[in-house]
């Protein structure tokens, strides 16, 4: 039996707990992505997310898997990405943790989600993601990468995470920056949008902003 029918756009307080959480994506891209989320989740397979960070995308994720009556995951060792880094324009030292003086973004995501009502509705995984989809053992409607930007992060994301897509399933890619003048954070994740495409294993059905969402009409990743 399928899912029930999460709405299209999230409830009005679930856009303001996003738009007030820490983070970086925009409101259109994140009205996307809920979108892409709700329409993933009457599959009735989990919803996953690779890269937290404080849980501002984790909050539309888990919003469409309450209404679906499926869960949400997200998988981020919470000691920051290469760009989130002192010295780096993306770094933020409110998430430092003063005792080991490394980023820990995991209380900010806990409060976050606390503070939406939605703890219920999300497995957080601590761990770096390649060693969580080695040990993956099922399909899932949604995969969202918005993890490293470097090459071997994303790619590594990449091949872990879409072969578990299942068959009309969504992959949802953030970051996506074609022309190099328009990044700040590398174009690792245009690099794996391309070779998404190129495997014949996903079609690309939406883009927002630098979001792209494929839809997995082959085998293959």
């Not at 039996?1 to 029930?4: E, I, Q, T």
């Not at 898997?65 to 997200?74: D, E, I, K, W």
């Not at 053992?137 to 899932?140: K, L, N, W, Y």
């Not at 839809?215 to 990743?221: D, K, N």
């Given at each position: 039996?399928?899912?029930?029918t999460?709405?299209?756009a999230?409830?009005?307080?679930?856009?303001?707990?996003?738009?007030?959480?820490?983070?970086?994506?925009p409101?259109?891209?994140?009205?996307?992505?809920?979108?892409?989320?709700?329409?993933?989740?009457?599959?009735?397979?989990?919803?996953?997310?690779?890269?937290t960070?404080c849980?501002?995308?984790?909050?539309?994720?888990?919003?469409?898997?309450?209404?679906?009556?499926?869960?949400?995951?997200?998988?981020?060792?919470h000691?920051?990405?290469?760009e989130?880094q002192?010295?780096?324009?993306?770094?933020d030292?409110?998430?430092?943790?003063?005792?080991?003086?490394?980023m820990?973004?995991?209380?900010?995501?806990?409060?976050?989600?606390?503070?939406?009502?939605?703890?219920?509705?999300?497995?957080?995984?601590?761990?770096?993601?390649?060693?969580v989809?080695?040990?993956w053992?099922?399909?899932?409607g949604?995969?969202f990468?918005d993890?490293g930007?470097?090459?071997?992060?994303?790619?590594?994301?990449?091949?872990?995470w879409?072969?578990?897509?299942?068959?009309?399933?969504?992959?949802?890619?953030?970051?996506?920056?074609p022309?190099?003048?328009?990044?700040?954070?590398g174009?690792?994740p245009?690099?794996?949008?391309?070779?998404?495409?190129?495997?014949?294993?996903?079609?690309?059905?939406?883009?927002?902003g630098?979001?792209?969402?494929l839809?997995?009409?082959?085998?293959?990743?």
């Open positions: 039996m399928s899912a029930p999460a709405p299209t999230p409830q009005p307080e679930i856009l303001a707990a996003f738009e007030a959480a820490k983070g970086f994506m409101v259109d891209e994140g009205l996307a992505l809920y979108a892409a989320a709700a329409g993933a989740a009457r599959l009735g397979l989990p919803l996953v997310e690779v890269g960070y849980g501002r995308s984790t909050l539309l994720l888990a919003a469409a898997a309450r209404a679906a009556g499926v869960t949400a995951v997200t998988v981020d060792h000691r920051g990405s290469e989130q002192p010295g780096w324009d993306y770094h030292p409110s998430v430092v943790d003063p005792e080991v003086g490394r820990d973004t995991l209380p900010t995501f806990r409060r976050t989600l606390h503070a939406a009502g939605l703890e219920d509705h999300v497995i957080a995984v601590v761990g770096r993601s390649p060693q989809a080695a040990v053992g099922r399909p899932v949604l995969v990468i993890g930007h470097t090459d071997e992060h994303a790619t590594a994301d990449y091949e872990g879409a072969p578990h897509v299942a068959p009309d399933g969504l992959l949802a890619i953030h970051d996506v920056h022309h190099p003048e328009d990044e700040f954070t174009q690792a245009y690099r794996i949008y391309l070779r998404a495409l190129a495997s014949g294993a996903f079609t690309e059905v939406a883009v927002e630098t979001l792209r969402v839809r997995r009409t082959g085998p293959g990743s």
